[in-house]
Every structure is written in C-alpha cells, then in structure tokens.
C-alpha cells in the first residue's frame, strides 16, 4: 500500500508523540520510492550493488519535447509510430538540438545474410543477399520501411569476368522493395542489396 507524503512534519509545536506516526510514514515512504529503479540506502550485494546506484531507469513518455535547458543535456522518452506505437528514446542538448536515440525496432541479423537495424535519428538501415538473380524479378526487402526508402545501393556477385550493368528499376522503388534489371542474368550468381530509409 502506498502511504500518501505529508509535507511540513514535524508541524511547530507538536510533540514527539503527535507526529511519530507521520514523520515514520514519510520516512518509510522515502525509503521504499528511492528503492524503485534504485539499490535502496541499506545497499545490495557488497561492492556490486552500492546503495543509491540505478538498476533501471523508468521514463514515462512525454508528450512533446521538452524546453531547453542551456548548458545541460536531457534524456527522455516520447512516444512515437513507425512500425508500432511505442517509445523511443531521445537526447535533447544545452543548444536544443533533438536526437532521436531509438526506433521502435528489435534490430535483427539472419544466417541467410537478411537483416536490419537502426541508425540514430530514426533511420532504418536493411541488408540481404539474393542468390541468382534474375532481371526484372521484384525484390522485397526483410521488412518494409515505414514511411520511404531513400536510398539503395546493388552489388552483383558475378561467376565470370564478364561486364555486367545492375540496376533499379525506374519507378519500381518503394517501401517495401524494388525491381532490377540487368544487360545479363547469366552471369549472376548473387547480389548483396543495402537500403536505407525511415
């Protein structure tokens, strides 16, 4: 049960006897909020859990950003949607510069060669390999970007010495993914494929 801090105890002119029962409700109710997210005052394990140190830090979601405070960073947590409607950490500095830490995805890397992450400022960052290629086959990416793909980049694996030109697609872009072309198929053995977006 959470006991409500009364403020202004021990009140001028009260006994001992009058205010114990406050002044032991504050005190207790101080010791058990310091113990959330911290080590409390009487300390953890000897040497490894010091008393007062962080074991987590809660934030509770802001609505907007907060005002700058010249000279001193903020960390916080905002609530944003991208691939769900979740929180992401954001660090706001002395000179009100915003920069967003996280995203609202679990980066991931497959044993196929397929995987993605995130960049600060809430970039997405996708890789793969496709194996023989064929041109004007389409291509998904491992998840589809949000909002926009900015930019891709191709590059064929090739079986021969052959001269082989390998390209998007002209309008075939998108979130989700893309369509090459190539002057030869044949010679394609693999092609490792980098996009990024938000």
Same mark, same amino acid.
């Given at each position: ?21 406050v ?6 109710g ?15 394990? =000897? ?8 074991? @987590?830090?809660?934030? @509770? ?11 001193? $960073? ?5 609530? @944003? ?24 995805? =679990? ?7 397929d ?5 600060? $400022? ?7 390999? @496709? ?23 191709? =590059? ?15 309008? =075939?872009l998108n ?24």
């Open positions: 049960m959470v006991v409500p801090y009364v403020r202004g105890y021990p009140p001028d002119g009260s006994s001992l006897g009058q205010t114990k029962a002044i032991r409700n504050n005190l207790d101080t010791f058990d909020t310091v113990a959330v997210d911290h080590v409390n005052n009487n300390g953890g394990v =000897t040497g490894i859990q010091p008393a007062g140190y962080h074991t @987590v830090a809660h934030m @509770v979601p802001q609505g907007a950003d907060p005002a700058t405070v010249a000279g001193y $960073g903020q960390l916080y947590s905002k609530t @944003v949607n991208s691939f769900t409607n979740d929180q992401a950490l954001f660090w706001e500095t002395g000179n009100g510069l915003i920069q967003q830490l996280t995203t609202n995805l =679990t980066p991931s890397a497959t044993a196929n060669g995987g993605y992450s995130f960049l600060p $400022g809430g970039i997405i960052i996708q890789w793969m390999k @496709v194996n023989n290629p064929v041109s004007g086959m389409t291509y998904n990416f491992p998840i589809t970007f949000p909002t926009t793909c900015f930019s891709i980049q191709l =590059t064929p694996s090739l079986n021969d010495n052959s001269t082989v030109r390998c390209y998007v697609a002209s309008g =075939t979130a989700s993914g893309f369509q090459i072309q190539a002057t030869s198929s044949s010679h394609f053995t693999s092609m490792y494929v980098t996009a990024i977006g938000n």
